[in-house]
């Protein structure tokens, strides 16, 4: 059973652009948002995370978006450059596990 | 500080067969997690070690088990190797108290012919 729901799977933006992936989740069981990114052939690393109790973290050009009354929670890339060609994954804490969505290819044409 | 590394990088192996993967975490993380990854099914938690203790287990056969030693390196074991267990496994190590703060290996790429 997918706990967690990405969409969309794959994205292509402008440079410059804003890139927007988002995730929904089926319980509240979970007491972290992270997303992580992932380049070929790396594993995939921390970019940011958010706890429940916050509605927005912004880290540069990247922001969370949470709403904990819709389950929802959101990635938003600003001024998206050719370098932020990825797949990212959100993810949700359980305990010491991470739960992975499965996933958003982006790619930034130049 | 070096970075978790994982050896080897690359496997393959019959079915049938089994498998011992590594994982050396970062120093001063105690916490190790492995995870398996999948075009179809993504990233999967498979088990969490701590203290050389199991703490936390995915949902996966018991043909998959790891153990932790005293120095934090961890290993992974398979059994009875299918054509589906070809996946990256990954290993992620975490300070206490940080759990969503994994830092992951580059994986070892298991293929199983």
């Known amino acids: 059973q997918q706990q967690v729901k990405q969409s969309p799977q794959s994205l292509i933006v402008q440079k410059g652009g804003i890139s927007i992936i988002n995730c929904a989740y089926e319980?509240?069981?979970?007491?972290?948002f992270p997303w992580y990114q992932q380049f070929p052939g790396k594993g995939p690393a921390l970019l940011i995370a958010?706890?429940?109790?916050?509605s927005e973290k912004k880290e540069g050009r990247f922001t969370i978006s949470f709403n904990k009354s819709a389950k929802q929670f959101s990635l938003h890339i600003m001024d998206s450059q050719p370098g932020d060609s990825a797949t990212y994954f959100c993810?949700?804490?359980?305990?010491?596990?991470?739960?992975f969505g499965k996933g958003t290819t982006l790619s930034v044409s130049s | 500080k070096a970075g978790v590394t994982q050896t080897p990088r690359y496997l393959i192996k019959t079915r049938g067969q089994q498998v011992t993967l590594s994982c050396s975490p970062i120093?001063?993380?105690?916490?190790v997690s492995w995870y398996q990854q999948t075009p179809g099914q993504g990233l999967q938690f498979l088990f969490e070690?701590?203290?050389?203790?199991?703490?936390n287990k995915g949902n996966f056969p018991g043909r998959f088990s790891g153990r932790q030693f005293s120095n934090s390196r961890s290993e992974m074991n398979v059994s009875t190797l299918e054509l589906g267990d070809s996946a990256l496994y990954l290993c992620?190590?975490?300070?206490?108290?940080?759990?969503?703060?994994?830092?992951f290996g580059p994986g070892t790429r298991l293929t199983v012919l």
């Open positions: 120093s001063g993380h105690r916490s």
């Open positions: 993810a949700l804490k359980r305990g010491t596990a991470l739960i």
């Open positions: 319980n509240t069981a979970f007491d972290y």
């Open positions: 992620a190590s975490s300070l206490e108290g940080t759990p969503h703060t994994q830092y």
């Open positions: 958010i706890r429940p109790d916050v």
């Open positions: 070690y701590f203290s050389e203790t199991q703490r």
